[in-house]
């Protein structure tokens, strides 16, 4: 009797117990390192005005994006930054369709800042960022999406930043996710788009602030990151061997910069386009985790720190969290309606899955109420409008 409910205890507590623990413990962990980034950071970074004003590059990467690289540069044309300190350059990486006569019609247009056209014989996104990075002769870097549009406010936020803290190597800004097309009326890919938001918004606005605050920030987003130009020249740039170029150059300046560090700046926020399809969203993610793994096993001093440490990256924790403990969480989703042909009655399966999904609930709760406290303007109202989220 004694060994039957020992081993009841431990079969429920490793599948139920233990991942709601540690994702209760992450989850306040996360609060309170935002609360932190909030109080000091931010703070000070808005009552700080800039007085001079250092030279940016900015570097677009571009492969068939004829319908969104415009308002790509539209939005770099708005910036508040001081644009003859801009030289903006768009690295076509083999593109087949009119992306190149987009560029010219919109590098007619008037700019105080430089911009200019790099044509590539072939493809590849490290390839073309690395191209454009050669090309700079700035003060700072700055990386962005040809299907992202920066907040008028972004690049001066980010060099703001930098001028605070000598000791900023490298930084990612808030990446948000933009409102579904309005002629887009599918009920599903509005539902996934305003998903996909919450998802982001809460990653970013309470996530990286935490690992921030932490030192255990392990991607630079690929759709706008930020770079000391020196620091940049001495790494070995964007690379081919992973699938996640942005988080490999990441953990190079970690290495090679230990007296430096690498953080989110909150206020200085860029905008996606939602993924248009389940296929799309799906292939998304298999790629991050493959990355991710990838440039795990290209830095493997990572792996023997202390996954138990707050401060610092340890690709452990990131492996517990992101792969080992996320299994439970799946096998659950099928596993829970064969624990009654397994023995069990089906009011314990029934009482299991209720409680199971209520703790989830409690904790995505938490999550969206604190985003919505650290979110301001459009995001708050979006916030507001998708309070539905957090129960599915």
Not at 115 to 123: D, G, N, P, Q, V
Not at 284 to 308: A, D, H, K, T
Request: hydrophobic share 50%; net charge neutral.
């Amino acid at each position: 009797m004694t060994g039957n409910l020992l081993g009841f205890f431990i079969f429920w507590g490793i599948w139920l117990l233990v991942p709601l623990m540690i994702d209760g413990t992450t989850a306040i962990s996360y609060f309170i390192g935002a609360w932190k980034y909030e109080r000091s950071h931010r703070r000070k970074r808005a009552a700080f005005q800039l007085e001079s004003f250092p030279s940016v590059a900015v570097i677009v990467p571009v492969f068939n994006g004829e319908s969104y690289l415009a308002n790509c540069l539209a939005a770099l044309r708005a910036q508040t930054y001081p644009l003859d300190k801009l030289h903006v350059v768009v690295v076509d990486n083999h593109s087949t369709d009119a992306t190149r006569e987009v560029f010219h019609v919109e590098q007619a247009k008037p700019f105080d800042g430089r911009m200019e056209l790099i044509s590539l014989a072939f493809r590849g996104k490290a390839w073309a960022l690395n191209a454009g990075i050669y090309m700079a002769d700035s003060d700072f870097v700055c990386n962005v999406d040809s299907d992202t549009l920066l907040r008028e406010d972004a690049i001066y936020n980010m060099v703001r930043a930098f001028v605070m803290d000598p000791k900023l190597a490298a930084a990612t800004g808030t990446v948000e996710v933009m409102r579904p097309a309005r002629d887009d009326i599918h009920p599903l890919r509005k539902a996934m788009a305003e998903a996909e938001f919450v998802e982001y918004h809460v990653a970013f606005r309470i996530g990286r602030q935490f690992q921030s605050v932490t030192k255990s920030l392990f991607t630079l987003a690929g759709a706008f990151s930020f770079f000391r130009k020196e620091v940049l020249l001495q790494t070995s740039l964007y690379s081919n061997t992973t699938v996640a170029e942005d988080t490999n150059l990441t953990f190079e300046v970690y290495q090679n910069f230990p007296g430096m560090h690498v953080l989110t700046v909150a206020e200085a926020v860029a905008y996606v386009e939602p993924a248009p399809d389940l296929a799309s969203l799906y292939s998304q993610r298999v790629r991050w985790q493959r990355g991710e793994l990838e440039v795990m096993s290209l830095y493997p001093q990572y792996l023997r720190r202390n996954p138990f440490k707050l401060s610092g990256v340890s690709t452990v924790k990131s492996l517990l969290i992101d792969h080992t403990l996320a299994f439970p969480r799946v096998v659950w989703t099928f596993l829970f309606p064969m624990m009654f042909f397994m023995g069990y009655s089906l009011s314990l399966v029934f009482s299991a899955m209720v409680a199971m999904y209520v703790a989830y609930v409690a904790i995505d709760a938490l999550y969206m109420i604190v985003g919505f406290v650290l979110s301001e303007g459009e995001s708050r109202r979006r916030m507001r409008g998708a309070w539905w989220v957090f129960a599915i």
